[in-house]
């Protein structure tokens, strides 16, 4: 410093004669002032000696006015000279060190006045604030997240957490109004979706677009994430960039033709198109050959589908699983993959890996002649998968493929896992599909009236078919879901009271009590059947087996489809169930009878408890529920002899539901005694509670022909639409012993 400051006064001496001095700038600087060309301005010896013993950019203070040495000379503070003193937060005239968002706001555009002070009314506020900015899902507040179950909460750093929150069923959103093409998710609160031109963040509520990849990879074809760091998108033409969560880079292209789409795995990034497919790492491409419409990474393991097959890459290069012509294909960790193709007709080819072995299925919506399934996407999880196309949505569970939702209209689609999936579309549509595990919501809400006095029966086979009955002052009605529409019918324009039962496919029986006699009508999509009269009254309940036979009960005792209707028991019941080969179990106040191939035989109380429903079991044992005794709510006949059997911690039970021993729901009595409060499942002999809407009282529960759905009726104690019926949307993976079969 001594040096430069002596070399300083060299230059003073000389500069500071008696004639004028020019700078480098061509500045003028008068006799007895210095040049100081880096601020462009001639200082004066007492400036000079205002930074003697100090170091450039320290603050001195000279003629009473801050400022900065430069070049050993204090040069005073001045707004606009295009230097940011220490006594600015900036200079309108230089380039801005800070940021919004390195000043604590959100993302925006940060200025600086004509004072030398910062703008940041450019920012989108802060978090923190009260106030929910256009980038943020929240503030404080819970954010506005609609759930069926739980709730959404806001965190310190305004963003949304949705892990509590259960939304079911497809729920739309808009993510801007640009074509979507591809979409990647790495979690239900992180996932990316692209436009031509845009990449698109999803944060489990709100969507926002990243900063503008190169315009080299324009237009966008694929996106593959694995967190906000690791982003990867393709072009048409095969290039390659990278966004680490700040800027992108680019990567030469692979020679693959046009670009299909691209995944990541512990192997690097494959990318696969219309004349080749590559891999990409260590920055190195190796080149596959083998050209495909579609891929998946899943831990190490890669995925090709195409024409001629799904493909494995393996050492040497892709290995062969099955043939046939595939569009899309999915994967996870533990070695499933599934994948499918729209067809001719609306239907939808699926194939999966199944214990080593190759399997395909066509599955079918309805028939549109001339038409082809679009819209397909993949979610694959641990053995279990999703499949979305226009004409339906399957699931891949235990039970083999089964329609659990109705469409949505989407280009790409993929998930986390069995419980999201997320859907792109057209014109910035979004949708997401939630809710593939134990949970309820209420798919329809039904006017009340009021002639009606609750529930009498309900029975559904499918989420397209659910039937349910009521009773007025002017007779009996039915309502009837056929493929979404609700449709309402007068059954007897009398009094009294019908049930519902399924008895065949597609086939009911409704059973009419009338005042001195009862009367069974059949029906289906085409109507009503001419009634059977009975003789005496009265047949209130009925249960129906899978081969189409009823038996009826009431006060005056049972008939019997199979014996013409006669009397088969005179025992007043009050409820029952059905076996598969027609055998039925009637429960009531006076006794239990067990009916073996039209034979009745007495059955003991369940340890001297009146029973509340049953359930029968095709190996021939019935499960039934009742009041809580001193051992047990629920009891297993076996072999005539009732046991204990575990039910839920929830005293009384009063309806059963099941598809199987080990699946089985149970709704536990409330203080009003012909309503439920509370829904129970069990599977695998571990109870569960089932949340319900607030207030509701359950009525009945049904499942459905496939255990994928079940049913409930229930009557809510305040609202304007008091009376519900709630679907369960139910997918459980498959089991290491149960894989679904052809």
């Not at 005794?629 to 002899?641: P, Q």
Request: hydrophobic letters at 40%.
């Amino acid at each position: 410093m001594e040096r430069a400051f002596a070399a300083f006064l060299l230059c003073a001496a000389a500069c500071s004669s008696t004639s004028p001095s020019v700078c480098a700038s061509g500045r003028v600087c008068p006799s007895g002032s210095i040049c100081v060309d880096e601020a462009n301005v001639c200082a004066a010896p007492d400036q000079v000696d205002a930074c003697r013993g100090l170091d450039d950019g320290q603050v001195c203070l000279f003629d009473g006015l801050p400022g900065q040495c430069l070049r050993a000379a204090c040069i005073p503070d001045a707004c606009g000279d295009g230097r940011k003193s220490p006594s600015e937060d900036c200079d309108p005239n230089a380039a801005l060190e800070d940021t919004c968002e390195s000043l604590g706001f959100n993302p925006g555009q940060l200025a600086c006045s004509a004072r030398c002070t910062l703008i940041t009314t450019g920012c989108d506020g802060k978090c923190g604030d009260g106030v929910v900015n256009q980038s943020e899902p929240c503030d404080d507040s819970a954010p506005e997240v609609a759930c069926a179950f739980g709730s959404a909460t806001c965190t310190a750093d305004c963003r949304a957490d949705v892990r509590e929150c259960v939304r079911v069923g497809w729920s739309p959103s808009q993510a801007g109004t640009e074509d979507l093409v591809a979409v990647s998710v790495v979690t239900r609160s992180l996932a990316f979706a692209l436009s031509s031109d845009q990449v698109l963040r999803f944060d489990g509520v709100r969507w926002t677009v990243l900063p503008p990849p190169p315009d080299e990879l324009a237009p966008l074809v694929a996106v593959a994430a694995r967190s906000e760091a690791d982003v990867w998108v393709a072009s048409s033409t095969g290039l390659v960039g990278h966004f680490d969560g700040t800027r992108w880079d680019l990567t030469l292209g692979a020679n693959v033709g046009q670009a299909r789409a691209i995944a990541i795995s512990d192997r690097g990034l494959v990318i696969a198109g219309t004349t080749g497919s590559a891999l990409l790492s260590d920055r190195q491409w190796r080149q596959l050959v083998l050209p495909g419409t579609d891929v998946a990474g899943a831990g190490a393991g890669v995925y090709l589908a195409s024409t001629s097959g799904v493909h494995r890459l393996g050492p040497a290069g892709w290995e062969t699983l099955g043939g046939g012509s595939f569009e899309r294909v999915g994967a996870s960790d533990d070695g499933t993959v599934v994948a499918a193709r729209g067809l001719e007709d609306g239907r939808v080819r699926v194939g999966w890996l199944d214990d080593g072995l190759w399997r395909q299925q066509e599955l079918r919506l309805g028939s549109a002649p001339g038409t082809r399934a679009t819209g397909l996407g993949v979610n694959v999880w641990q053995r279990g998968a999703l499949v979305v196309s226009d004409r339906g949505v399957f699931h891949l569970g235990e039970q083999g493929w089964l329609e659990i939702a109705e469409t949505v209209s989407v280009n790409a689609v993929a998930g986390s896992g069995p419980g999201f999936t997320l859907g792109v579309g057209a014109n910035g549509r979004v949708w997401t599909y939630d809710g593939l595990s134990v949970v309820s919501h209420a798919f329809e809400a039904l006017l009340s009236d009021d002639i009606y006095s609750g529930f009498e029966g309900l029975h559904a086979r499918t989420r397209r078919d659910v039937v349910f009955s009521r009773v007025g002052d002017d007779g009996t009605r039915y309502r009837r879901r056929v493929d979404g529409q609700w449709k309402q019918s007068d059954l007897a324009a009398e009094l009294g009271r019908h049930l519902v039962v399924w008895a065949r496919e597609a086939t009911y029986a409704a059973v009419s009590e009338r005042r001195d006699a009862s009367a069974l009508t059949f029906f289906d999509d085409q109507g009503f059947e001419a009634p059977i009269s009975l003789a005496s009254c009265c047949a209130t309940r009925a249960v129906g087996t899978r081969r189409g036979q009823l038996f009826l009960f009431g006060p005056d005792g049972a008939r019997s489809q199979a014996a013409d209707w006669r009397q088969v028991s005179p025992v007043s019941f009050a409820g029952g169930c059905a076996f598969d080969n027609g055998d039925a179990m009637l429960f009531g106040d006076d006794g239990n009878v067990l009916f073996r191939q039209g034979v009745a035989e007495s059955v003991p109380l369940p340890l001297g408890e009146l029973i509340s429903d049953v359930e029968c079991w095709s190996d021939g044992t019935v499960t039934a529920v009742g009041p809580l005794s001193a051992t047990a709510n629920m009891f297993r006949l076996v072999d005539g002899a009732w046991q204990p059997e575990q039910g839920p911690n929830a005293g009384s039970l009063r309806t059963l539901a099941a598809s199987g021993p080990d699946d089985v729901f149970a709704a536990s009595l409330g203080k009003e005694s012909n309503a439920a409060t509370a829904l129970w499942h069990r599977d695998d002999n571990q109870w569960s509670q089932v949340l319900l809407p607030e207030g509701a009282l359950v009525r009945d529960v049904e499942v459905g022909a496939s255990p994928h759905d079940v049913f409930v009726s229930a009557e809510t104690l305040a609202g304007a639409l008091p009376y519900l019926i709630i679907e369960i949307t139910r997918v459980r993976p498959w089991s290491a012993n149960a894989l679904p079969r052809r």
